[in-house]
């Protein structure tokens, strides 16, 4: 399935203007011994783009079309939008060559490289993307430890910063789920049911702190322990494309981040990027949720539930 890019919303993000690096590879002259030109000339004119995290595309739009201008300016390539309805769609996408590049997070990465092969191109940092695990303040768990033969909730299965990096947290105090500890994973009511007095903990991304003490009430829970820094969502690439063509997008992102980034947040609905970078991605970055796959009890990633 090709979608073609759609211009039928007016552009919120003028990129006409904007002194982007990336199309250097198409000015007149460019030596044929040209980096840029030899990575551009390596990936096809047209390229297909989505977001694992989005599905339709009116959404697509929406999110990602100022991102897409932007790009087209930077790369000097048609960029299409490809919208896709689940991460199994997005590695048949992959692996058919019917998508080019995909913005993902780490745990869906993990499945995407053992199933498709997909080439990490450029890592998104995410100040603060971290887990916590939580409990009661008048609790006297003080310490992972404490949670043995207790109950902790999580968010849905595969959240990364909710569901794997808690149970990645259990496993490192020595804590095995379904075994030393139980682990329920809840989703969207996590919260609710926490706060009517379910399980003993609840372990879910920093950035829920917040939330779960206005819905529970101010000094109503404390940290039990706060995890180290997530692997970061990442822009991933075909493995048909090729080297040449990977590293020459990962050159035009990096060189282009702060326009491209603004695009990204321009549209209210990527908040979470608003202090992000780009970064070289390494697939070894992702070895952590790998870890945390196996803490869950998905050795074989590609069963990890939709």
Same mark, same amino acid.
């Given at each position: 399935?090709?979608?073609?890019?759609?211009?039928?919303?007016?552009?919120?993000?003028?990129?006409?203007?904007?002194?982007?690096?990336?199309?250097?590879?198409?000015?007149?002259?460019?030596?044929?011994?040209?980096?840029?030109?030899?990575?551009?000339?390596?990936?096809?004119?047209?390229?297909?783009?989505?977001?694992?995290?989005?599905?339709?595309?009116?959404?697509?739009?929406?999110?990602?079309?100022?991102?897409?201008?932007?790009?087209?300016?930077?790369?000097?390539?048609?960029?299409?939008?490809?919208?896709?309805?689940?991460?199994?769609?997005?590695?048949?996408?992959?692996?058919?060559?019917?998508?080019?590049?995909?913005?993902?997070?780490?745990?869906?990465?993990?499945?995407?490289?053992?199933?498709?092969?997909?080439?990490?191109?450029?890592?998104?940092?995410?100040?603060?993307?971290?887990?916590?695990?939580?409990?009661?303040?008048?609790?006297?768990?003080?310490? $992972? !430890? *404490?949670? /043995?033969?207790?109950?902790?909730?999580?968010? #849905?299965?595969?959240?990364?910063?909710?569901?794997? +990096? &808690?149970?990645?947290?259990?496993?490192?105090?020595?804590?095995?789920?379904?075994?030393?500890?139980?682990?329920?994973?809840?989703?969207?009511?996590?919260?609710?049911?926490?706060?009517?007095?379910?399980?003993?903990?609840?372990?879910?991304? $920093? !950035? *829920?702190? /917040?939330?779960?003490?206005?819905?529970?009430? #101010?000094?109503?829970?404390?940290?039990?322990?706060? +995890? &180290?820094?997530?692997?970061?969502?990442?822009?991933?690439?075909?493995?048909?494309?090729?080297?040449?063509?990977?590293?020459?997008?990962?050159?035009?992102?990096?060189?282009?981040?702060?326009?491209?980034?603004?695009?990204?947040?321009?549209?209210?609905?990527?908040?979470?990027?608003?202090?992000?970078?780009?970064?070289?991605?390494?697939?070894?970055?992702?070895?952590?949720?790998?870890?945390?796959?196996?803490?869950?009890?998905?050795?074989?990633?590609?069963?990890?539930?939709?």
């Amino acid at each position: 399935m090709r979608v073609s890019k759609t211009r039928t919303l007016p552009a919120l993000f003028v990129v006409g203007a904007l002194a982007l690096t990336g199309c250097a590879s198409t000015a007149t002259g460019a030596s044929d011994a040209d980096p840029a030109a030899t990575g551009s000339a390596a990936c096809p004119d047209v390229l297909r783009f989505s977001d694992t995290g989005v599905e339709g595309l009116e959404t697509l739009v929406v999110e990602f079309e100022n991102f897409r201008l932007a790009f087209e300016e930077a790369t000097g390539k048609d960029i299409e939008f490809y919208p896709i309805s689940s991460r199994t769609a997005a590695s048949t996408a992959l692996e058919f060559d019917e998508i080019d590049l995909l913005l993902t997070g780490p745990a869906e990465y993990v499945v995407l490289k053992q199933e498709a092969d997909a080439l990490p191109v450029v890592g998104i940092t995410r100040p603060g993307y971290r887990s916590i695990i939580v409990t009661r303040s008048e609790s006297d768990i003080d310490e $992972l !430890s *404490d949670l /043995e033969n207790k109950t902790v909730i999580t968010k #849905e299965v595969g959240s990364t910063s909710g569901h794997l +990096g &808690p149970l990645e947290m259990l496993a490192d105090a020595g804590l095995v789920a379904g075994e030393t500890v139980d682990v329920v994973p809840l989703g969207a009511t996590r919260i609710e049911a926490f706060g009517a007095g379910e399980g003993d903990a609840l372990g879910t991304g $920093l !950035s *829920d702190f /917040e939330e779960i003490e206005a819905e529970l009430g #101010e000094g109503s829970i404390k940290v039990v322990a706060e +995890g &180290p820094d997530l692997p970061n969502d990442l822009f991933v690439a075909r493995s048909a494309l090729g080297e040449n063509c990977a590293d020459w997008l990962q050159q035009t992102l990096t060189d282009n981040q702060q326009v491209l980034l603004d695009a990204i947040t321009s549209t209210g609905e990527s908040d979470k990027y608003l202090e992000s970078e780009f970064l070289v991605a390494e697939d070894a970055d992702y070895d952590p949720t790998r870890s945390a796959f196996v803490a869950a009890g998905y050795e074989d990633f590609a069963q990890l539930p939709e």
